[in-house]
């Protein structure tokens, strides 16, 4: 009995090939090559795909073995461009430079901000205030810590002692 | 009179003939994968032809930015390529080598490319007892360019690796 052959899965194969070609081109410039995974393994999904559909079919394969070939090897190439990268970041000490920046640029906002700020005190027991303010000058910072040690300010602030 | 009329018959015939060889070659590119992505692969490279032409390097207003020199900072070989194409095709060539020392190459490989689907597409059609081989020619000179083209880029991948 002779064997029933149709083209399904061929325009898969066409598909795969066309992505695999460009995936291929792009994966060997240094500028796009990282991104050339992206059609690479839609390249891959669409040969595999395409390969099952012939499988079930019967139908010719050749393309989609050479679509499927071509994007495992752009996409191992582009994929090795991370590693590229990586290196050439490492040797430019670019990365940790950049997040050391980062966090020295946090650290300085963080303390500008907390000068910049009108911080108050409040300190509230039994109904008796103590404000302190940041803001205020430094006399009056004085004046109330004297205040405070002299005892003049009405609040009992010891800790009894247990008997 | 008569003369006349059968003018007439003779172009009527010669264009159903027309016709149907339009037909023909209609069908022949449906059944042959090999047609139908020399076709696309060359409308891919005049896409890229096109966009070397409408962005300018005066403006400097590409769209497709280094991800290479964004993520390192450092410059990589095919940086400038852009520029280079719309150089070259600007007739700026000097200019065009000094943004990338390779947008030469591999700008000849596109058009070499672009010759070479428009050409052995001619071929495949005109000869079809030669398929097999024509496409063996094909991939073989294809990948010889693609290694002239690319050789320096691939270097500097591997260089890293």
């Given at each position: 009995m002779e064997e029933v052959k149709n083209d399904s899965g061929q325009n898969l194969g066409i598909a795969a090939l066309i992505t695999a070609i460009i995936t291929f081109v792009l994966s060997v410039i240094p500028c796009v090559g990282l991104i050339a995974i992206i059609p690479g393994i839609i390249a891959i999904v669409l040969a595999s795909v395409g390969l099952s559909q012939a499988a079930r079919n019967n139908s010719p394969r050749g393309i989609?073995?050479?679509?499927?070939?071509?994007?495992?090897?752009?996409?191992?190439?582009?994929?090795?461009?991370?590693?590229?990268?990586?290196?050439?970041?490492?040797?430019?000490?670019?990365?940790?430079?950049?997040?050391?920046?980062?966090v020295n640029d946090v650290q300085d906002n963080v303390v500008k901000q907390l000068e910049d700020a009108n911080i108050s005190i409040k300190i509230e027991s039994n109904g008796d205030k103590v404000e302190i303010n940041s803001n205020s000058s430094k006399k009056d910072k004085e004046q109330t810590l004297e205040e405070l040690e002299k005892g003049n300010n009405p609040s009992n602030d010891t800790i009894p002692k247990k008997k | 009179m008569r003369n006349w009329k059968r003018e007439i018959i003779l172009l009527m015939t010669l264009s159903l003939r027309k016709n149907n060889s339009g037909r023909e070659y209609g069908i022949r590119f449906k059944n042959e994968p090999y047609l139908i992505i020399n076709i696309i692969l060359a409308g891919i490279i005049l896409l890229i032809v096109l966009y070397s032409r409408i962005f300018s390097p005066e403006k400097n207003n590409y769209p497709v930015v280094c991800i290479h020199e964004k993520l390192t900072g450092e410059p990589c070989a095919s940086c400038g390529l852009s520029h280079s194409f719309s150089l070259i095709l600007r007739g700026r060539i000097?200019?065009?080598?000094?943004?990338?020392?390779?947008?030469?190459?591999?700008?000849?490989?596109?058009?070499?490319?672009?010759?070479?689907?428009?050409?052995?597409?001619?071929?495949?059609?005109?000869?079809?007892?030669?398929?097999?081989?024509?496409?063996?020619?094909?991939?073989?000179?294809?990948?010889?360019?693609?290694?002239m083209a690319f050789i320096p880029f691939i270097v500097f991948i591997f260089k890293w690796l």
């Open positions: 989609l073995v050479a679509g499927l070939i071509i994007a495992i090897i752009a996409s191992l190439i582009s994929f090795s461009q991370v590693f590229v990268a990586g290196k050439l970041a490492h040797k430019a000490n670019k990365w940790p430079g950049d997040i050391q920046n980062i | 000097k200019e065009a080598y000094q943004w990338n020392i390779y947008g030469m190459r591999v700008f000849l490989f596109f058009i070499s490319q672009l010759f070479m689907r428009i050409i052995f597409s001619w071929i495949f059609i005109k000869n079809p007892g030669i398929h097999k081989q024509l496409i063996l020619f094909d991939i073989s000179g294809s990948l010889i360019i693609f290694l």
